[in-house]
């Protein structure tokens, strides 16, 4: 489960990639003490040159965080996913 990102993204030396593939790795689910239970949710959001590139297990050319607080634990992923698809314009779930 990922994102197709239509978006262009810059590299520092000059070249751009666009229809790149983005998914969400290490979710880590923590339970604040506080009087009204709150969760914060966090995620490793990794992009790749493709899905092909995941699937084949290669390194992303970047690692980014998605930390989102609620106070609700249902659906995890699409919490995340929801909070990641706000960082992009253009994009196609990729199921």
Known sequence: MG???SDEYNFDNGMTISNYYVNIDNITIKKSNLQEFQYTISADVCSYVS???RNQQKQPFNV???IITGDTVNDVHTQIYTDVKTRYENYTDAI
């Open 64 to 66: 980014g965080k998605a």
């Open 51 to 53: 899905r092909e590139h």
């Open 3 to 5: 994102i197709i990102v």
